[in-house]
């Protein structure tokens, strides 16, 4: 507290010096103990309103009954005017102003002694506001001279301020029954109508700045400007600084009209134009001209940033051209409200203020739009360069967040304004997806969507499905949740769109809804958003290449088809036409208001518009990208049997269903041992394919199999006698091309080859038989088995034998791979949630495995070669074998003996890692069989 | 801003007048300096009636010796 005091102890100083000679100082104030208590003992104590209007009260009702009515007048008067003046930076009727009341009624001493006579000026400016006509002076209809006061005793200067009104006042009809006649003006009205240098400015309403706008509008604006003009005379009358709020509001609203300025103005006694800083309401209220502008040209501005970015005709692409429709409408409306607004001013019976006029822009929401707008130019800088794909998506998230935060903070206005423009937004998305889904075509012009088709990669590609669609926006985290979600599923759809597309077999519901009235339909159900009707996309397009921005009847609520229009009819009375046909009504308004509020209080939660986007995009979105999906699904395992030609492959290339393809290899090996010393040729390869047909009585040219014969162009010297360029030639169709592609067909060619070799070892050591050594050679043995020829027998017998445990195991590997892998292939086919991406995937895996019962993989070379060395092995025997026993020696069985044993050492070497898995593999089988070879140590 | 110190001057100079005027006709015996200083303790936040009372007994004090 002693702060405060020495704080204020430089004033105390003054008011005691003032009221006492004394000056004081710190050492010297006697007065010091009452400034403590006095101070100190009220220091908690608040002025209260009451207090003050009761003291008022009291002291006027003490001069009525002391017959000083005057007084009281004169009392009401001055304090009402001292309230109304700001002070000491202090807004009108502030706390300080109750203070200074309360401190001078405090003080008053003997208040009925008072002379009026001091007064009279301020008596006389009293009389004169109580009596003047504002409202119907203002309205200039009617106009009636004002009632001097009685006591008044001179009147000059009250007669030359009627002359002069009466020289500016036109006599006019009613409001009711305008004239549009032009109307004559007098010279100083003209004259200020040119120092003011105004400009007519085209109708509001009109929705474009056209110069060539109806005479009845021009005569509108004419008389607009000269029935407000002679208010400007009030500035006259009262005083010569200020202006009156009606021309305040008169003036903002063109400027919220998308006018160019605000025009505030007096005009001094020698018709000298000056900007005004003071405004006199007449509510007596008066608030600084800065205050209002404030107030009103942020609102304007907010205004402008849409006016300016609806002024450009053409937009880079259709998402913004959509939004930039739908902000027009918004603007539309506005400029609408604005217009009921400016009928409620020409009433008669309603005195304007400066306070209702606001409230009312904000009752009816126009100061929150004001800030929506200013939030959404804010957030998005539609000037900057970058690609319309990323512009788009930035628009469209902006705009949701704006609508989810409208949501939040259940701000009607907000939420109202903002999602229609969300709806539009979105709108050219859904189209686009629409078509997609609907005839397997992204068509995007202007490159706006967040996907993007690869146009150097066909249909037909081998790398279609991977490389034709990909996300092609910088920052995806943008994309909106509810369709987010539904991207993967989007893009495998629209891949199945084009390819049931290309495959002619793509079929729509005729009578289908589109995406965007379901995607309206659900917003409207839920969000009681009035019925959006959606101009076509080519006309949007169309407009954009002619440069013409017509106005849209959107919305019955928003458009009208205003009679004025019809600029040949020169009695059109389009102010009442105008504003009698307006629709939206305060009381629509607040009907939407209520209906939105008990919708927002509803306990049930999931109507918020998250989950309603989401419903939207599961129920509507991802159902149709589920049922193209399923629909190249069936069409592949249906209409194409995907299922049949796959079990053809497997029969045919991996011997799987052994009938016909066993009975072709027979053939094959059994020339390859008649033609010991030849190799297979084209002709015995097709003679036996051929008769093999034959055999199973199938027509060759129905038949989709076919064999190729290629010729060897270099002699290998190791793989001498294995079956070698024998290829099959399987017809798939060619949209199955999706899933086997021609490189998935030379795997199964390669495993094919790989079971062809491996089958022709494990017949050429069934065949061997000691044929020589049977019945009719039995002297022969008998004599043999005394020689040592006996041990190369036994020998022979023992390799043939180690061999067919090696091959049988090599055998038994690659059909029980094969065979699993197909097994799996066809169970997991079985499911029902298999669709095209899946069976891609299955298809590869399968392949994977087939490559290593094949032993076809990278890490599996070194086994395979050794394999090839192990069937030459195989086929080398079997010849001497069949060459005769004569021609066979024991040097030569040594030999192959000890590769043989090398070779499996080898395998055994690079298998042993698979012995102590647990899992039974094939792989491991192997590795066991070949490790088991009891005769290894010989 | 000119113009802006110049209306706000102008207002300060309007509401005491007006606040003098009345002041006047309640006969508070205050002249338009000693007003000024009053109304500046009263921003400041004394209390209206704290400062009445101080007046009141300067007033009283010093009315011997004026007389």
């Given at each position: 507290?002693?702060?405060?005091?020495?704080?204020?102890?430089?004033?105390?100083?003054?008011?005691?010096?003032?009221?006492?000679?004394?000056?004081?100082?710190?050492?010297?104030?006697?007065?010091?103990?009452?400034?403590?208590?006095?101070?100190?003992?009220?220091?908690?104590?608040?002025?209260?309103?009451?207090?003050?209007?009761?003291?008022?009260?009291?002291?006027?009702?003490?001069?009525?009954?002391?017959?000083?009515?005057?007084?009281?007048?004169?009392?009401?008067?001055?304090?009402?005017?001292?309230?109304?003046?700001?002070?000491?930076?202090?807004?009108?009727?502030?706390?300080?102003?109750?203070?200074?009341?309360?401190?001078?009624?405090?003080?008053?001493?003997?208040?009925?002694?008072?002379?009026?006579?001091?007064?009279?000026?301020?008596?006389?400016?009293?009389?004169?506001?109580?009596?003047?006509?504002?409202?119907?002076?203002?309205?200039?209809?009617?106009?009636?001279?004002?009632?001097?006061?009685?006591?008044?005793?001179?009147?000059?200067?009250?007669?030359?301020?009627?002359?002069?009104?009466?020289?500016?006042?036109?006599?006019?009809?009613?409001?009711?029954?305008?004239?549009?006649?032009?109307?004559?003006?007098?010279?100083?009205?003209?004259?200020?109508?040119?120092?003011?240098?105004?400009?007519?400015?085209?109708?509001?309403?009109?929705?474009?700045?056209?110069?060539?706008?109806?005479?009845?509008?021009?005569?509108?604006?004419?008389?607009?400007?000269?029935?407000?003009?002679?208010?400007?005379?009030?500035?006259?009358?009262?005083?010569?600084?200020?202006?009156?709020?009606?021309?305040?509001?008169?003036?903002?609203?063109?400027?919220?009209?998308?006018?160019?300025?605000?025009?505030?103005?007096?005009?001094?006694?020698?018709?000298?134009?000056?900007?005004?800083?003071?405004?006199?309401?007449?509510?007596?209220?008066?608030?600084?001209?800065?205050?209002?502008?404030?107030?009103?040209?942020?609102?304007?501005?907010?205004?402008?940033?849409?006016?300016?970015?609806?002024?450009?005709?053409?937009h880079s692409c259709r998402t913004v051209s959509s939004f930039a429709q739908t902000l027009r409408d918004q603007?539309?409306?506005?400029?609408?409200?604005?217009?009921?607004?400016?009928?409620?001013?020409?009433?008669?019976?309603?005195?304007?203020?400066?306070?209702?006029?606001?409230?009312?822009?904000?009752?009816?929401?126009?100061?929150?739009?004001?800030?929506?707008?200013?939030?959404i130019?804010?957030?998005i800088?539609?000037?900057?360069?970058?690609l319309n794909c990323d512009l788009t998506l930035e628009l469209i998230h902006v705009l949701y967040k704006n609508v989810l935060?409208s949501e939040?903070?259940?701000?009607?206005?907000?939420f109202n304004f903002f999602l229609p423009l969300f709806i539009s937004s979105c709108r050219i998305y859904l189209e686009i997806i629409q078509n997609w889904l609907a005839n397997g075509n992204l068509d995007d012009p202007f490159e706006e969507f967040f996907i993007k088709r690869k146009t150097?990669?066909?249909v037909?590609?081998?790398?279609f499905w991977?490389?034709s669609y990909t996300e092609q926006v910088?920052n995806a985290s943008l994309i909106p949740r509810w369709l987010a979600s539904i991207v993967p599923s989007l893009i495998k759809a629209g891949k199945c769109a084009e390819i049931l597309k290309s495959n002619s077999v793509l079929t729509n519901e005729e009578e289908s809804q589109s995406f965007v009235e379901k995607f309206s339909q659900y917003l409207q159900a839920n969000c009681n958003l009035t019925k959006q009707t959606w101009t076509p996309l080519t006309i949007i397009h169309d407009s954009e290449m002619?440069?013409?921005?017509?106005?849209l009847k959107s919305s019955p609520l928003i458009s009208?088809?205003?009679?004025?229009?019809?600029?040949?009819?020169?009695?059109?009375?389009?102010?009442?036409?105008?504003?009698?046909?307006?629709?939206?009504?305060?009381?629509?308004?607040?009907?939407?208001?209520?209906?939105q509020?008990?919708l927002?209080?509803?306990?049930?939660?999931s109507s918020n518009i998250e989950c309603i986007l989401q419903t939207f995009s599961e129920q509507i979105l991802l159902v149709k990208c589920t049922q193209l999906i399923n629909q190249l699904t069936n069409d592949?395992?249906?209409?194409?049997?995907?299922?049949?030609?796959?079990?053809?492959?497997?029969?045919?290339?991996?011997?799987?269903?052994?009938?016909?393809?066993?009975?072709?290899?027979?053939?094959?090996?059994?020339?390859?041992?008649?033609?010991?010393?030849?190799?297979?040729?084209?002709?015995?390869?097709?003679?036996?394919?051929?008769?093999?047909?034959?055999?199973?009585?199938?027509?060759?040219?129905?038949?989709?199999?076919?064999?190729?014969?290629?010729?060897?162009?270099?002699?290998?010297?190791?793989?001498?006698?294995?079956?070698?360029?024998?290829?099959?030639?399987?017809?798939?169709?060619?949209?199955?091309?999706?899933?086997?592609?021609?490189?998935?067909?030379?795997?199964?060619?390669?495993?094919?080859?790989?079971?062809?070799?491996?089958?022709?070892?494990?017949?050429?050591?069934?065949?061997?038989?000691?044929?020589?050594?049977?019945?009719?050679?039995?002297?022969?043995?008998?004599?043999?088995?005394?020689?040592?020829?006996?041990?190369?027998?036994?020998?022979?017998?023992?390799?043939?034998?180690?061999?067919?445990?090696?091959?049988?195991?090599?055998?038994?590997?690659?059909?029980?791979?094969?065979?699993?892998?197909?097994?799996?292939?066809?169970?997991?086919?079985?499911?029902?949630s298999?669709d095209i991406e899946?069976?891609?995937?299955?298809?590869?895996?399968?392949?994977?495995?087939?490559?290593?019962?094949?032993?076809?993989?990278?890490?599996?070379?070194?086994?395979?070669?050794?394999?090839?060395?192990?069937?030459?092995?195989?086929?080398?025997?079997?010849?001497?074998?069949?060459?005769?026993?004569?021609?066979?020696?024991?040097?030569?069985?040594?030999?192959?003996?000890?590769?043989?044993?090398?070779?499996?050492?080898?395998?055994?070497?690079?298998?042993?890692?698979?012995?102590?898995?647990?899992?039974?593999?094939?792989?491991?089988?192997?590795?066991?069989?070949?490790?088991?070879?009891?005769?290894?140590?010989? | 801003?000119?113009?802006?110190?110049?209306?706000?001057?102008?207002?300060?100079?309007?509401?005491?007048?007006?606040?003098?005027?009345?002041?006047?006709?309640?006969?508070?015996?205050?002249?338009?300096?000693?007003?000024?200083?009053?109304?500046?303790?009263?921003?400041?936040?004394?209390?209206?009636?704290?400062?009445?009372?101080?007046?009141?007994?300067?007033?009283?004090?010093?009315?011997?010796?004026?007389?």
């Open positions: 507290m002693s702060n405060f005091l020495k704080s204020i102890q430089p004033t105390l100083n003054e008011i005691v010096y003032d009221l006492t000679g004394l000056t004081l100082s710190d050492r010297f104030n006697p007065h010091k103990k009452l400034f403590e208590d006095a101070i100190i003992h009220r220091s908690n104590v608040n002025v209260e309103k009451r207090h003050v209007d009761k003291s008022v009260q009291g002291l006027k009702e003490k001069y009525i009954v002391h017959a000083q009515d005057k007084k009281a007048d004169l009392l009401e008067f001055l304090i009402k005017r001292f309230n109304n003046r700001p002070l000491l930076k202090h807004s009108p009727e502030s706390e300080l102003h109750l203070s200074c009341l309360q401190f001078i009624i405090s003080l008053a001493r003997r208040p009925l002694d008072v002379e009026l006579d001091d007064f009279s000026h301020l008596v006389h400016e009293q009389v004169e506001e109580a009596n003047f006509n504002w409202p119907v002076f203002l309205l200039g209809n009617d106009y009636q001279q004002p009632i001097a006061s009685d006591d008044y005793q001179d009147d000059e200067s009250l007669t030359d301020d009627d002359d002069r009104i009466d020289s500016t006042s036109i006599q006019n009809d009613t409001i009711v029954d305008i004239e549009l006649e032009s109307k004559p003006i007098d010279d100083i009205e003209q004259q200020n109508y040119s120092s003011l240098d105004r400009e007519i400015l085209t109708s509001y309403w009109h929705g474009k700045q056209a110069d060539d706008v109806s005479p009845a509008l021009r005569n509108f604006a004419l008389f607009w400007d000269q029935t407000m003009m002679k208010t400007t005379h009030l500035a006259y009358r009262v005083n010569a600084q200020t202006v009156t709020e009606y021309i305040l509001i008169r003036e903002t609203l063109w400027l919220l009209m998308n006018s160019n300025e605000l025009h505030v103005y007096s005009i001094d006694e020698n018709e000298q134009v000056h900007v005004a800083d003071f405004v006199r309401l007449c509510d007596v209220t008066p608030v600084a001209i800065q205050e209002c502008l404030q107030k009103f040209t942020l609102l304007s501005n907010q205004f402008q940033l849409a006016n300016r970015f609806l002024k450009k005709i053409t603007m539309t409306l506005i400029h609408f409200q604005l217009a009921d607004i400016e009928k409620s001013v020409l009433q008669q019976n309603h005195t304007y203020t400066i306070l209702s006029f606001y409230q009312q822009l904000d009752s009816l929401g126009l100061i929150s739009k004001g800030e929506c707008i200013e939030r130019f804010d957030q800088f539609f000037d900057v360069e970058k935060m939040m903070i259940n701000n009607l206005t907000f150097d990669v066909s037909e590609a081998l790398d991977h490389q910088e002619n440069t013409l921005v017509k106005p009208l088809n205003l009679l004025f229009d019809d600029i040949d009819n020169e009695r059109n009375s389009f102010l009442a036409l105008a504003f009698n046909q307006m629709q939206m009504s305060k009381p629509t308004l607040l009907d939407i208001t209520h209906q509020l008990c927002s209080s509803s306990i049930n939660q592949i395992l249906h209409r194409l049997s995907y299922l049949k030609h796959i079990e053809y492959i497997r029969n045919f290339f991996l011997f799987e269903n052994g009938s016909f393809m066993h009975q072709f290899a027979l053939r094959l090996y059994a020339k390859l041992s008649q033609t010991i010393h030849e190799r297979l040729d084209a002709f015995t390869v097709l003679v036996s394919f051929d008769s093999t047909l034959t055999m199973f009585g199938l027509d060759k040219i129905q038949y989709p199999l076919s064999v190729i014969f290629q010729s060897a162009t270099e002699s290998s010297i190791t793989q001498k006698y294995i079956i070698q360029n024998v290829q099959l030639k399987y017809d798939l169709p060619k949209e199955l091309v999706i899933i086997v592609k021609p490189e998935h067909m030379e795997t199964y060619q390669k495993c094919f080859a790989f079971v062809l070799q491996v089958k022709q070892a494990k017949y050429v050591l069934d065949q061997l038989v000691f044929s020589e050594f049977r019945v009719k050679n039995r002297v022969r043995n008998r004599r043999l088995y005394r020689h040592q020829s006996y041990q190369l027998h036994h020998e022979m017998f023992l390799l043939r034998a180690r061999l067919l445990h090696a091959v049988n195991a090599v055998n038994n590997f690659v059909l029980t791979t094969f065979h699993t892998a197909g097994e799996q292939f066809v169970e997991k086919h079985s499911a029902k298999i899946s069976m891609i995937v299955y298809h590869e895996k399968f392949l994977i495995a087939l490559a290593i019962g094949s032993l076809l993989q990278p890490k599996q070379q070194a086994i395979r070669e050794q394999l090839m060395k192990l069937f030459e092995i195989v086929t080398i025997f079997a010849r001497r074998w069949q060459l005769g026993f004569d021609s066979i020696k024991i040097e030569h069985i040594n030999k192959l003996k000890t590769e043989f044993n090398q070779t499996k050492q080898f395998i055994s070497i690079v298998l042993k890692p698979f012995l102590p898995r647990m899992i039974d593999s094939p792989l491991r089988a192997l590795a066991c069989a070949l490790q088991d070879d009891f005769y290894s140590n010989n | 801003t000119t113009t802006a110190s110049e209306s706000s001057t102008n207002e300060a100079r309007e509401a005491l007048d007006c606040l003098h005027e009345l002041s006047q006709l309640l006969n508070t015996g205050l002249d338009k300096k000693t007003l000024t200083a009053c109304v500046r303790l009263l921003e400041s936040g004394v209390h209206p009636d704290a400062l009445a009372q101080i007046i009141q007994v300067l007033r009283t004090e010093t009315r011997p010796a004026k007389v």
